[in-house]
């Protein structure tokens, strides 16, 4: 990091403090307070970080208000129309577009990597039938520790090289080993000469009793829906992920942790949340309730798959995930979906409204990507898990970027305590 050039002056009662501040390439500057509390004997409060940088990072950057979103300083619509997920992954885990040779050497590794330790198949027995898929990858992804110890030294560069390939090769065949286990089929194995994305939907969709042909179309769009939820900065699962790595934690421990983050409703979890509320909404004409339920203070109902903490205009992924729903929804012959009606009449209500357009609430990636992922043919319990799948290249370059910097600590928050004082213990008879 460059030195500071300028400096804020912090003023409590007669004492006036500099603070340095740093400018980023791009976005606002930065007031650094790392030596505050030693200087002046304060913390600074802010739930929810709005307004805290927890750490500098090259990987992504996002402008809330323009709708930007760039990888390594890539917009995401050049790199979903140009690019392709595993190109992505290259890019956001070293930091440049790979010349040709070495995004065939990049490829040939991942897919080596597809296949999952055999005794894994005893611990996915092991869940009930009905768990959800994100229970057991929770469960497994966390379990990797005690299958590839020979990946778990975050010292050696080398072994946390391999942790990264294999976790990014092997959540595919997670991901669809949880579905299958749940629908009650037979595990399908990788095929190496398919795509990361056809290699996906085949390990879901097929069966032994029958030849299954991945259609380009529908490989290509779960390519897409992979690449736009690759990376998002410092979002709670990524936050997450670096918290628990901040205490020296294995990798596989680090993302286990990541996917648990991301699994809530108010982050990964919405695309299903989303499509589970256009199923109760049911069809155009009760729009107006649920709209009216969600501008509600006393209804704790919220539109799900609208507003986001940072983008304030337009969410860049919900732009070009909705043409991938029109050409998925095309390609199925899906005209007269109640779903998809219903989708569009809230869209359409909701930014005719006041309080959505006041508040600056819009789609956001959620909003289209469960219609894809419908149409594709996935239950909504699915949706996280893909999406979990997609970040996992994300949280391994944020993970390798924060062991690799050399200002890189325990996380420990501060607190605001508001708690009762030292008070002596009551005996229980006198309470
Ligand atoms: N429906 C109705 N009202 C909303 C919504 C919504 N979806 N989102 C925010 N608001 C209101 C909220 O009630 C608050 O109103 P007021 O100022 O009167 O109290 C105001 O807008 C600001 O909301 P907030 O909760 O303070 O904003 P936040 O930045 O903390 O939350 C969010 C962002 C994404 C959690 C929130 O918009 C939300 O819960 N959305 C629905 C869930 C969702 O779609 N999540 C996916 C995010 S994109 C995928 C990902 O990155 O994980």
Known sequence: MAEPTKTAKLTIGEQAFDLPIHSPTA???????R??????????????????????????????????LLHRGYPIDQLASKSHYLEVCFLLLYGYLPKAEELETFEGTITRHTMIHEQMVNFFRGFRRDAHPMAIMVGVVGAMAAFYHDST????????????????????????????????????????????AANFLHMC????????VVDPILSRAMDRIFTLHADHEQNASTSTVRLASS????????????IACLWGPAHGGANQACLEMLKQIGSPENIPEYIARAKDKN???????FGHRVYKNFDPRAKVMKQSADEVLDLMGIENNPILATAKALEEAALKDEYFTEKKLFPNVDFYSGIILEAMGFPTSMFTPIFALSRTVGWVSQW??????????????????????????????NR
Not at 205 to 212: I, K
Not at 249 to 257: D, E, G, M
Request: hydrophobic letters at 35%; aromatic letters at 12%; glycine letters at 8%.
């Open 27 to 33: 976005g606002p500057d930065v007031i650094d307070i």
């Open 35 to 68: 030596k505050l509390y030693g200087q002046a004997g304060v913390f600074t409060y802010d739930p929810g970080f709005t307004s805290t940088a927890s750490c500098d990072s090259t990987i992504t950057f996002i402008d809330g208000e323009k709708g930007e």
């Open 153 to 196: 030294d975050i010292s050696d560069p080398r072994q946390r090289e391999i942790a990264s390939h294999r976790l990014i090769a092997k959540m595919p065949t997670i991901a669809a080993w949880a579905y299958k286990y749940s629908i009650g089929q037979p595990f399908v194995y990788p095929r190496n000469d398919l795509d990361y």
């Open 205 to 212: 969709f097929s069966v032994p009793a029958e030849e299954y």
């Open 247 to 258: 205490s020296g934690a294995n990798p596989f421990a680090c993302i286990a942790a990541g």
């Open 299 to 305: 209804d704790p109902f919220r539109l799900m798959g």
């Open 400 to 429: 390798k970027e924060m062991l690799n910097d050399p200002q890189n600590k325990i996380g420990r928050p501060r607190q605001l305590y508001l708690g009762e004082t030292a008070r002596d213990y009551v005996d229980i008879e």
